[in-house]
């Protein structure tokens, strides 16, 4: 499995930089709002892919759980991943966080991991900055190329440096702004069909927005909150010496969450996020023999974030697919023990990612520790297939920064 995986990555490192191809016979259809293959009736797959997808995966254990929404959840010391406007609005002085993701264990594979360490200081009662390092390893591998022979060894690994200052602009308003370097090295040194491959770097920001709210809802104290957050916003990379570039996964999200505390002991958080990649639908070309490829969009990040809301050729119903959701719910007994479970939807021509999330949460002390578990839903692997995810974090707080 190991050797297949690695061949798929050196031949993917090049086609990221070309152009995808196949042969059949393929006409739109309108009504479906997508491009036939004849030969089987069915829908041609046009999901919109990015280099750098590792920065889309979510890296703590509570967001886990929760169908990999946080947006607009309380802040916590992970979440620069998904808002670090929410920073600013924390009543705690100073947490950290570390998370650790086996990655692929259901194929018996022991060395792939996703390893987090994030968290947070604030200042005063408006401003905070927060940290955090990212570092995907895909293990000891043979490289080998689409023959079979071995072509060397090596630890392929990519990871992500980040740094955020957040502020309140008012009581119930926060905005954060994230810088951040990201490294990834595939397979340098090697070479495919000639050309060398090299390792990749690229910087990029996040701007995030926080808003809450508090009010009664049926004689419980509720608080709601939304976020959005603009992120990986960056200079686009290449494995080569190509002057064709691949997009980093930018992404629009939109998230709320409505927290009601029912007593002393009980509370429950509903929690819904909207995401949406900021890079253009990819355009599918037919020629007469029936052949068609993707062309890749040629332009400035800015111009594919702004091209992307309306390129679709299926028009609006098109651009909807785009945007996966994500449901979670979260409880709390005490403040000290947490159930949590989500869901996660991806529409299956556009990645086909459906799962049920479920988690546990446990504080104590200054201590506190999350554990999510993933069960798919439809018949498309996912990575995490039957993976426990961990998340251990220590509260160092001195003074509480309440309004």
């Known amino acids: 499995m190991k050797k297949n995986l690695i061949i798929l990555l050196l031949i993917s490192i090049v086609s990221i930089v070309g152009i995808k191809s196949a042969s059949a016979q393929t006409s739109y259809d309108p009504t479906r709002h997508c491009y036939i293959d004849e030969s089987t009736d069915e829908c041609i797959p046009n999901t919109i892919l990015s280099a750098l997808p590792f920065l889309r995966i979510v890296p703590d254990a509570r967001g886990a759980a929760l169908g990999d929404a946080g947006i607009a959840i309380s802040a916590d010391p992970s979440a620069m991943h998904f808002n670090a406007a929410k920073l600013a609005m924390s009543e705690k002085e100073f947490e950290l966080s570390t998370t650790y993701t086996p990655w692929l264990k259901n194929l ?19 401003q905070a900055i927060g940290y955090s390092i990212r570092y995907f390893s895909l293990g000891e591998l043979e490289y080998r190329n689409n023959t079979g022979d071995i072509t060397g060894t090596g630890n392929p690994s990519e990871f992500e440096v980040a740094l955020s200052y957040a502020r ?14 990201v490294y990834s090295n595939l397979a340098e040194g090697q070479r495919v069909d000639g050309i060398a491959i090299e390792s990749a770097k690229a910087f990029a920001i996040d701007i995030s927005l926080f808003y809450k709210t508090k009010f009664d809802l049926g004689g419980y104290k509720t608080k709601l909150n939304t976020g959005l957050t603009i992120s990986n916003i960056g200079s686009p990379i290449t494995y080569t010496k190509s002057t064709d570039k691949d997009f980093l996964p930018q992404n629009l999200g939109l998230g709320t969450s409505l927290d009601m505390q029912f007593d002393d002991y009980n509370s429950i958080s509903f929690i819904l996020d909207f995401n949406k990649l900021l890079l253009p639908t990819p355009v599918l070309e037919i020629d007469s023999s029936g052949t068609y490829r993707y062309i890749k969009f040629d332009g400035s990040p800015i111009d594919a974030a702004l091209h992307s809301f309306t390129d679709a050729e299926g028009g609006f119903t098109e651009e909807l697919r785009e945007i996966s959701t994500s449901i979670g719910v979260e409880y709390w007994y005490d403040k000290q023990f947490a159930i949590r479970a989500g869901y996660f939807y991806e529409h ?21 520790m999350s554990i999510s578990y993933l069960v798919p839903t439809n018949n498309t692997r996912n990575p995490l297939d039957g993976t426990l995810r961990f998340s251990f974090s220590m509260d160092f707080t001195k003074e509480r920064f309440k309004e």
């Open 168 to 181: 309140k602009l008012s009581n119930k308003f926060s905005a954060g702004l994230t810088g951040k370097f």
């Open 108 to 126: 018996g594979l022991n060395d792939i991991y996703l390893a987090y360490l994030s968290g947070y200081n604030k200042f005063d009662k408006i």
């Open 348 to 368: 299956p021509l556009k990645g086909d990612r459906q799962f049920l999330t479920l988690g546990l949460g446990l504080n104590y002390n200054v201590y506190g």
